[in-house]
């Protein structure tokens, strides 16, 4: 089973700032199959970035993703007061699917 | 738009079997895979398993000694059962779609069912 590792586990910023979040794979991991969620409390995870780089639908280009084989990062250019929630990172490049541990972002 | 909603008892007595249905719109279940995916309070999101309309299923190996999932066409639905639960088995329970190979993640999610085990 691949693990995914998150870091930060919370990571205070204000709005405005740049956030570097990071997901690190205990093997290499195909771009195709890494995707990026945000979770809000009390909602369900959406999909903000799949393929490793490309936006999912209706996502702002405040954020993008990056990375290859067993580092992969989620960046936000300029925090909006609606993204202070949890990032989950996922992988399926081998079964089964599975998640990292999530980061926080939350207001400093 | 398409929308999932899951539903079924919120309580589980312990060593009893957790049954939740998810029910599409907006798609036809004949389509994509389904699945289902696990919060517990507080904590991650762990993947539970996948069915296909085909009759295809694969599970976690983790849990797959007691799941089993199931697709509904007549319905637009789909199931899982988790047999034998125990504490630990208390989480919101969401019900997702695979987006298929050019997306290779969850493009549509169910609010989530929060099911507790306890007697």
């Known amino acids: 089973e691949i693990v995914l590792t998150q870091s930060p586990g919370t990571l205070s910023l204000s709005p405005g700032e740049r956030a570097t979040l990071s997901c690190r794979a205990s093997?290499?991991?195909?771009?195709?199959?890494l995707a990026w969620y945000q979770q809000k409390p009390g909602q369900a995870p959406r999909l903000l970035i799949y393929?490793?780089?490309s936006r999912a639908t209706g996502i702002p280009d405040r954020f993008s993703g990056s990375g290859s084989g067993t580092d992969f990062t989620l960046t936000i250019s300029r925090l909006a007061p609606e993204d202070f929630a949890v990032y989950h990172c996922?992988?399926?490049?081998?079964?089964?699917?599975?998640f990292g541990g999530g980061t926080k972002v939350e207001i400093k | 738009q398409v929308q999932l909603q899951e539903s079924g008892p919120g309580l589980v007595k312990p060593s009893e079997t957790l049954s939740l249905t998810c029910t599409v719109s907006?798609?036809?279940?004949?389509?994509?895979?389904w699945n289902w995916i696990r919060q517990p309070p507080g904590k991650g999101l762990e993947w539970i398993g996948y069915?296909?309309?085909?009759?295809?299923?694969n599970y976690n190996p983790s849990l797959k000694s007691r799941v089993t999932m199931s697709v509904d066409t007549s319905k637009n639905q789909f199931s899982l059962s988790l047999t034998s639960v125990i504490a630990a088995d208390t989480a919101v329970y969401y019900c997702?779609?695979?987006?298929?190979?050019?997306?290779?993640?969850?493009?549509?999610w169910g609010q989530g069912a929060l099911v507790t085990v306890s007697s």
């Open positions: 393929g490793a780089y």
């Open positions: 996922q992988q399926y490049t081998t079964p089964p699917l599975t």
């Open positions: 093997q290499s991991v195909n771009s195709n199959s």
């Open positions: 997702a779609r695979w987006g298929g190979d050019h997306l290779q993640s969850f493009d549509s």
């Open positions: 069915s296909h309309y085909s009759g295809s299923a």
């Open positions: 907006g798609a036809s279940i004949s389509s994509y895979y």
